[in-house]
């Protein structure tokens, strides 16, 4: 079983932590179909379309 072998300082704990909150945000490209802004290898939310196919039904309010 991994133990440490010496125990982190309170001050690197904390500098590690420092950056958990640093993460980017999704790269979105444009839908085929509807030119939506969506996320890369997700069906299309607001036309249901995936690689230029229908995949799922979404209703039309």
């Not at 444009?30 to 299309?44: G, P, Q």
């Amino acid at each position: 079983m991994a133990v440490p072998k010496k125990k982190k300082s309170p001050s690197r704990r904390d500098m590690r932590r420092a950056n958990h909150d640093r993460r980017t945000p999704p790269n979105l490209s444009a839908c085929s179909n509807c030119e939506d802004l969506t996320m890369s290898h997700h069906v299309c939310p607001a036309c249901g379309y995936y690689k230029g196919r229908q995949v799922i039904e979404v209703a039309q309010d």
